[in-house]
């Protein structure tokens, strides 16, 4: 059970945008610690993608970006890519654990 | 730019412990600023944070692993090391290291490594 909650999946045809939310709590996402998001390909790493809420670092393209409203998150991924396919993870802080915590992640398949 | 390297058995039998060890290059661990972490991902699951250390040797784990692990870090060799005991088929899993701020994300991060744990 993950303390940030996600959907299991998330599906769009190709130019399409979609979004994938990130659910946390009062002791994470609502006590105000920055939301970052990552992309994960299949066997490999995850890839840092969003930091600090919706901040992108060099290299990674405008088709991506985030949000942060309250307790939750939002990842949004316009004009959908055969190549965005992969997991999507979110993670932040949690205060009563005094250490980072992850989504369960999203599995984006693009139709 | 900053690189890590998970290194490590692959197989570790039940009730033993398990040992991996991070290699960072292009940076110094001494610089300061930084918190050096332990990620795993079970089979097909998620992303979990195991814990994280600090150049000066100061440590903090995750509540549900803290029985368990320890983590250490030798600056004259630049790496970080992970210990996790009394190790049982639950822990089979890709372990990750990777840099962060105490509150921020991670990156970079290394390649992961499969620890398998089996008789």
């Known amino acids: 059970q993950s303390v940030l909650t996600q959907p299991p999946s998330v599906s769009g045809a190709p130019g399409q945008r979609v979004t994938i939310s990130c659910t946390g709590s009062s002791s994470n996402i609502g006590a105000g610690f920055a939301v970052h998001w990552y992309q994960q390909l299949p066997g490999t790493a995850p890839k840092f993608l969003i930091y600090d809420n919706n901040n992108r670092p060099s290299g990674v393209p405008d088709r991506f970006s985030g949000s942060k409203s309250d307790t939750s998150a939002s990842l949004a991924i316009t004009g959908l890519q055969a190549e965005d396919e992969a997991d999507y993870y979110c993670?932040?802080?949690?205060?009563?654990?005094?250490?980072?915590?992850f989504g369960g992640g999203t599995k984006l398949t693009v139709l | 730019q900053v690189q890590l390297q998970e290194s490590g058995p692959g197989l570790v039998k039940p009730s033993q412990t398990l040992s991996l060890t991070c290699i960072v290059s292009g940076g110094s661990i001494s610089s300061g600023g930084y918190y050096w972490n332990w990620i795993r991902q079970h089979p097909g699951k998620g992303l979990e944070w195991i814990g994280y250390?600090?150049?000066?040797?100061?440590?903090y784990y995750n509540p549900s692993l803290m029985s368990r692990v320890t983590i250490s870090v030798d600056t004259s060799k630049n790496q970080f090391s992970l210990k996790l005991n009394s190790v049982t088929a639950a822990d089979t899993a890709v372990y990750y290291c990777?840099?962060?701020?105490?509150?921020?994300?991670?990156?970079?991060w290394g390649q992961g490594t499969l620890v398998t744990v089996s008789s």
């Open positions: 990777a840099r962060s701020l105490r509150t921020g994300w991670f990156d970079p």
């Open positions: 250390i600090y150049y000066s040797g100061s440590a």
């Open positions: 993670q932040s802080y949690d205060s009563s654990l005094s250490g980072s915590v």
